[in-house]
């Protein structure tokens, strides 16, 4: 069978009757979703894993009891934004800065930089790093891999579906002006 | 109207490559989730988590008594398990109930990969308490003896 263009709930079903095949299919569509919905919660690397994993194990708990497996996604986020709640309020953040920009991430942590060999590419990330918690968090969802939904957005960030489009124009423009005033790229944004 | 709406969609698909390239997901994510669907106990019932005191609204953990401990509760279609936590110094209690209380049952910690951590038995009114060195992901697995019955897991809890 091939996996990679089942519809969503073929692949529910396969993989509750125990198809791994059809359940790496599933975690390759959504582990963009998860991963960039726990970061733009500000954990750390680390922590990140930790929720994207505790997520992944929550659905497999309730593989065979997903009555809406076109609304996995949704699910998927909110759960993934539950346990970025629950770590926080029980852990608190990694860093004592409120600011954990990953921009300024230890290079071992997020390679981040290191890896942007392009002045541009670097001028972008140093704008995304000075974007607003809110800003650097929807744009996050929205290019994460798997090009979410504006319900699995809204419940990943816990935002009214109506308020994205509008936030999302607003962002890119602030973003559009820190990459256009960064000294080393001439002439703004492409 | 619609060049605005392209040089967002660019800029967006900037972003897309740089984020994909500076901050994927980590193989060791995608590992442990690929692995996870081999880790189900199909002989188990899910004693599903319902409340987590760690997830109150401010307002309700602002009514509550002032010690530290965690509440959650869970339920099966046959079980309910109430759970206290208590953590100090690394050490966390778990102090539970079981409700109907089984006349004969143990209570084990496991964890991810199956491993019990602590066991123990509950006593005739189905309370039973276990001492956690370390914290981390785990499970309650409730081995019902008398009346015997299906093992009831809970949902996976993090300390």
Redesign the interface.
Same mark, same amino acid.
């Given at each position: 069978m091939t996996a990679s263009g089942a519809p969503i709930t073929q692949l529910v079903r396969a993989a509750a009757a125990g198809d791994q095949a059809a359940w790496n299919e599933i975690v390759a569509r959504y582990e963009g979703l998860v991963w960039a919905t726990a970061r733009a919660h500000r954990l750390s690397h680390a922590d990140a894993g930790d929720v994207a994993q505790t997520t992944w194990l929550r659905l497999v708990e309730h593989l065979d009891r997903i009555r809406e497996p076109e609304g996995l996604g949704g699910w998927l986020a909110t759960t993934a934004r539950r346990e970025c709640l629950r770590h926080l309020r029980l852990h608190g953040r990694e860093s004592p800065s409120d600011n954990v920009d990953l921009f300024e991430a230890p290079a071992d942590d997020l390679p981040g930089l290191a890896l942007l060999t392009e002045e541009r590419d670097q001028a972008l990330w140093r704008a995304f790093a000075r974007l607003g918690e809110r800003c650097q968090a929807l744009l996050r969802l929205l290019v994460s891999a798997d090009e979410p939904s504006y319900a699995e957005i809204g419940a990943a960030l816990d935002m009214p579906v109506g308020a994205i489009g509008p936030t999302r124009s607003r962002c890119l423009e602030k973003l559009r002006a820190l990459v256009g005033h960064d000294p080393a790229v001439q002439g703004g944004a492409a | 109207m619609s060049n605005?709406a392209e040089? !967002?969609d660019?800029? =967006?698909e900037? =972003?897309?490559a740089?984020?994909?390239?500076? !901050?994927p997901?980590?193989h !060791?994510?995608?590992e442990?989730?690929?692995a996870?669907?081999?880790?189900?106990r199909l002989d188990a019932e =899910?004693a599903e988590l319902l409340t !987590?005191s760690?997830?109150d609204t401010d307002a309700a953990a602002l009514t509550r008594s002032g010690d530290d401990g965690?509440w959650l509760s869970f339920r099966s279609p046959e079980l309910a398990i109430e759970v206290e936590i208590r953590s100090e110094a690394g050490t966390h209690t778990v102090l539970g109930q079981l409700e109907p209380a089984p006349a004969a049952a143990t209570v084990e910690v496991q964890a991810?990969d199956g491993t019990a951590l602590a066991a123990a038995e509950a006593d005739p009114l189905g309370r039973f308490r276990l001492t956690l060195a370390a914290g981390g992901?785990v499970r309650l697995r409730v081995l019902r003896r008398d009346p015997a019955g299906a093992p009831v897991e809970s949902?996976?809890l993090?300390l």
């Open positions: - | 605005d040089r !967002d660019g800029l =967006l900037e =972003l897309r740089l984020l994909g390239r500076a !901050d997901v980590p !060791d994510v995608t442990f989730a690929q996870a669907l081999g880790w189900r =899910l !987590d760690a997830l965690r991810a992901r949902s996976w993090v």
